[in-house]
């Protein structure tokens, strides 16, 4: 049997932009688009980030998703996606996470791989006991 690799992502938002990403993404996740929302919201960051109010940016993102952008905004209030934002922020201080991104691998953290071959090496030695 091979080996099983699990990978869970967590909410650490440091700052009112990040919180911002946190939520859309979550909502976006109510319509099955939440790793969409976020590779754009991560890709136009310097965009919607240097406004006030980003929100006229996620609906034309989620337009982009053929999400329903009136379902977004309810899913963006609802309290369940503030809820698991604050669960994972919890769960990140006691981890001791400073910063975003952090990465656990079995429980233990590594510092940050610069390219996705020095992730794949860290999960291949993490794998290999």
Known sequence: EGSKVTFTYRN????SD??????AALAAGKQGKFWEMHDILY???ALWSAVDDPLPFF?????QL???????HADMDLPE??????????GGTRARVLGTPTIFING??????????????AIDKAAAG
């Open 12 to 15: 650490f938002p440091i700052h």
């Open 81 to 90: 996606v503030r809820a698991k934002i604050l669960a994972d922020q919890r």
């Open 108 to 121: 233990r953290p590594i510092p940050n791989p610069a390219t996705p071959a020095d992730l794949i090496a």
């Open 43 to 45: 890709a136009d960051q």
């Open 59 to 63: 609906d034309g993102y989620a337009t």
């Open 18 to 23: 990040a919180d911002k990403f946190a939520v």
């Open 66 to 72: 053929s999400l329903n952008v009136e379902q977004l």
